[in-house]
């Protein structure tokens, strides 16, 4: 019943949600060097919660350092990963030092600077992100992504479906390691998602006044069902 409400929900047409875009500014007001970064490296964001980056998954970050040399993973407040991260790099006898940058937590007129700075978001498998999904097209970056059984692993696949992006919406681990590495080996790719995100930027409004209404009137409903839902079941 959970998943009948959801489905019938009027929100399938949309996100969901009322997304107002971030304002970025124009010059950015800090550079690569700022973090520790340098303009020849291929720089890969990875700033979701430390508990979203599952440890089977490790094995993917290795081996896109190891095809791409240049590779720069930018991790926010993660420095409780990278002793189990350095076990997956030393494996393929890399040092995560050469391939790592964990950074504190940024102010949100830092944060979206810096993403606008990186060349590719990597989406959390299993659990994926929402927001930051959005907040990384919207700084022009493409995001890889690959979709689990559960919706919570499905959020940035399900936002770049519905928004016509699917260019990295990966269907097993191979692909989206392949994904990963052909964009840090083709600059050229990269430039040619970055026009398909640019369309999206002028032909999409998430902000719009339908977006808000299906927003403002879908969530009552949700819960209602869900309530009613829960109760059926107990």
């Given at each position: 019943r959970?998943?009948?409400?959801i489905d019938a929900s009027p929100t399938?047409?949309?996100?969901?949600?009322a997304y107002p875009p971030p304002q970025i500014p124009n010059p950015l007001p800090k550079s690569r060097a700022d973090f520790g970064l340098s303009d020849s490296d291929r720089v890969y964001l990875c700033c979701q919660a430390p508990f979203k980056y599952l440890p089977q998954y490790d094995y993917?970050?290795?081996?896109?350092?190891?095809?791409?040399?240049?590779?720069q993973f930018v991790f926010i407040r993660a420095d409780g990963l990278k002793?189990?991260?350095s076990r997956a790099f030393s494996a393929l006898n890399l040092n995560i030092d050469d391939y790592c940058r964990f950074l504190?937590?940024?102010?949100?007129?830092?944060?979206?600077?810096?993403?606008?700075?990186?060349d590719v978001y990597l989406a959390t498998i299993g659990f994926t992100g929402g927001n930051m999904t959005l907040d990384a097209l919207a700084c022009g970056l493409p995001v890889v992504t690959l979709p689990t059984e559960q919706m919570r692993?499905?959020?940035?696949?399900?936002?770049?479906?519905?928004?016509?992006?699917?260019?990295t919406l990966a269907q097993t681990e191979q692909q989206y390691l392949d994904l990963a590495i052909q964009l840090g080996q083709d600059r050229s790719l990269t430039q040619d998602l970055l026009r398909s995100i640019e369309r999206w930027q002028?032909?999409?409004?998430?902000?719009?006044?339908?977006?808000?209404?299906?927003?403002?009137t879908a969530a009552p409903t949700i819960a209602g069902e869900v309530q009613q839902a829960v109760a059926d079941d107990a």
């Open positions: 959970l998943q009948e409400a399938t047409a949309h996100l969901g949600i993917l970050l290795a081996e896109i350092a190891q095809a791409v040399p240049q590779a002793p189990r991260l504190p937590v940024q102010p949100r007129l830092d944060n979206l600077p810096l993403h606008s700075l990186e692993g499905r959020l940035s696949w399900a936002m770049l479906q519905r928004l016509g992006i699917p260019a002028r032909h999409v409004d998430l902000n719009s006044p339908t977006c808000r209404w299906h927003h403002q």
